[in-house]
Every structure is written in C-alpha cells, then in structure tokens.
C-alpha cells in the first residue's frame, strides 16, 4: 500500500470510528488495529489522533461548503436560498452518514487548546450571510442575524440526525416541511420581539 493510499485509509477508519463512538472514546491503539498497523504510523501520517480528527473535519467541512456554494448561488431570493442550503445539508447527510455523525456530535472545544468546527455552527455562518442581507432589506436589527441563523442551523441539524437514521419522510419531503415552518417563520418576525406572559414586563 502507497503512503498516499494508507493516509486515505487511516483517514476513512478514523471517521468511521469517530463518527460512531466520539473523538474521546476512539484511542490511537483502536485505530491502528482497526487499520492493521502500528501506532508510530498514525503518529507519523498525523501527529497524533487530533492531527487525524482535524484532517476529516477540514475534509468534511471542505464537502458541505461545496454543496453549499452547488445550491446556494449569489442570484437566488432569499426564500430559494434557503431551500437550497437545506437540501445541501440533507444531500450530505444522505451520502456522507458517517461525516455527519462525526461532525454533529462533537463539541467546537472538544481538544483543550483546539478548536473545531461543527456542522450546525459552520451551517450558521453560512446562514448569517443570507439573512443579514434579508434582514437589512426588511429593515430588522442586522446585528440578530447571527442568532436566527443559529436557530435555523439547529433546526435542520437536529433533523438531520433523526432522519440519518431512517431516511423517512422522503429527503425532498422533509425539506418542504423545513422550508414551511423557517420561512413562513421569518416572513412574521416582529422588529421588537417581546414575551407576552402574565406577570412579565
């Protein structure tokens, strides 16, 4: 096996495991018996088992950007961009599982002195570009936008991990039901949201 072909390797055994028991649970030695090597080579290929996790993170996040910028494209109105980013979302889901476990379950500070990126706060990022416009054009707070973006994010995060598991309702399905409750949702933001119950000023 070439050196590039047993990085490959290591790489998929490593988001297989990771995915399925979580980076603190997942040890070098598992890996490398996993992959039939010795764990000098896992140290060589990548430092270590953070150089590893940090690989398949920047691979996985590199994956839903690029279906992201596939989908979501500068020309589409507001409501079309959010139909795509969710059916981005859910594209990868539905051929990367393993990557979407990885991601969603792992904290931004899971390695003291790291950080990494999750699937839902890399999702929100790319939200809060599509409603800060949205929000500047309604003439809503653009300083929120950020937080509605994160609402979102989780909304189609958590979804995504029930339906990985069994892939019902049918993935364009969900999206439609996804896209019914965020847009209609925004389309009845107020400018001053406030709580109505009694006793609370």
Known sequence: MSR??????????????????????V???EIATAAGVSKPVIYEHFGGKEGLYQVIVDRETTALYELLQEKVRPALAPREALEGSI?????????????FGLLVHQSPQAIAGAQFSTIM?????????????????????????????????????????????????????LAAH???????GLRGLEHEPTLELPGRE
């Not at 490959?8 to 988001?15: A, C, D, K």
């Not at 859910?90 to 599982?97: G, K």
């Not at 929120?144 to 909304?155: D, F, R, V």
């Not at 996804?178 to 209609?184: E, K, Y």
């Open 4 to 25: 590039i072909q047993r990085r490959e390797q290591l790489i998929g055994i490593g988001r297989h495991l990771f995915a399925a028991h979580g980076f603190d649970a």
């Open 27 to 29: 040890s070098v030695e």
């Open 87 to 99: 059916l981005a979302m859910l594209d990868y889901i539905e051929v990367n599982p393993d990557g």
């Open 121 to 173: 706060s890399d999702m929100g990022e790319y939200l809060t570009e599509l409603l800060a416009a949205y929000f500047d054009h309604l003439g809503f707070d653009v300083e929120t936008a950020p937080l509605y973006a994160q609402m979102l994010a989780g909304a189609v995060g958590t979804m995504g991990q029930i339906w990985a598991n069994d892939k019902a309702p049918e993935k364009e399905v």
């Open 178 to 184: 996804l896209v019914n409750l965020m847009w209609n």
